[in-house]
């Protein structure tokens, strides 16, 4: 089972995944928290790319989409061996940020027409909180940690079931950490009849 966890800068993606891994283990299911951009050679440069506002978002989409094709290749081997993986950001996160960025939507079907996962959660709330997180925690910010470009994006992620046409769960994050975990556990639980 493939899971992807969504949503703006400042949403809490890493520490939910997290913690759904820790409950699905605690529940005797293995499963692997993974994240995009990846640790590869790919990711690297990536993050490199991240913090130079020269970056172009062409630039940026080309090395995303390989980066997640390498990673989609690890995702079924980790499925194979029996595990539920969880991903911190997909292909979501390229349509959303690259688009917003200026990229052309026509030039992005090589990403949209990637694997569709079991179930992504959207981790959302409003720009406010978002930006508050953000502050609190970055000491230097990377290129789409504006408050203008919070904006668009959390615009964006609103719009993917009619871009995509997928089912998305949407989990409002102005709450506590255990509510949200337990919020996406159940639809976890009963996606996978467990
Ligand atoms: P991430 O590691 O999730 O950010 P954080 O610093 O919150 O841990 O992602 C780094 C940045 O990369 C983030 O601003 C979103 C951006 N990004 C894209 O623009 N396109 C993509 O396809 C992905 C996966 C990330």
Redesign the pocket.
């Known amino acids: 089972m493939f899971i992807v966890i969504e949503g703006p800068?400042?949403s809490g993606?890493?520490t939910i995944s997290k913690l759904l891994v820790e409950r699905l283990n605690d529940i005797g299911i293995k499963a692997r928290y993974t994240?995009?951009?990846t640790a590869s050679h790919y990711g690297k440069r990536?993050?490199e790319m991240?913090s130079d506002s020269s970056s172009t978002p062409k630039e940026?989409?080309d090395l995303?989409v390989l980066?997640?094709i390498e990673h989609l290749k690890e995702i079924s081997e980790w499925e194979k061996g029996g595990e539920v993986v969880i991903s911190?950001?997909?292909?979501y996160?390229?349509?959303?940020?690259?688009v917003s960025?200026g990229l052309d939507p026509a030039l992005t079907e090589d990403?949209n027409s990637l694997r569709t996962p079991d179930i992504t959660f959207i981790l959302t709330t409003d720009v406010d909180v978002l930006l508050s997180r953000?502050e609190t925690r970055?000491l230097s910010k990377?290129?789409?940690?504006t408050r203008g470009f919070l904006e668009k994006i959390t615009a964006m992620y609103e719009r993917l079931p009619e871009i995509f046409g997928e089912e998305f769960s949407y989990i409002d994050v102005d709450d506590t950490i255990d509510n949200i975990v337990s919020k996406a556990f159940g639809i976890i639980k009963e996606k996978a009849s467990i």
Not at 88 to 91: A, F, L, P, Q
Not at 93 to 98: F, L, R, W
């Open positions: 800068d400042g993606k890493t994240s995009e951009p990536l993050r991240l940026l989409y995303f980066d997640r911190d950001r997909y292909k996160s390229t349509y959303c940020y690259q960025h990403n953000i970055a990377e290129i789409y940690e």
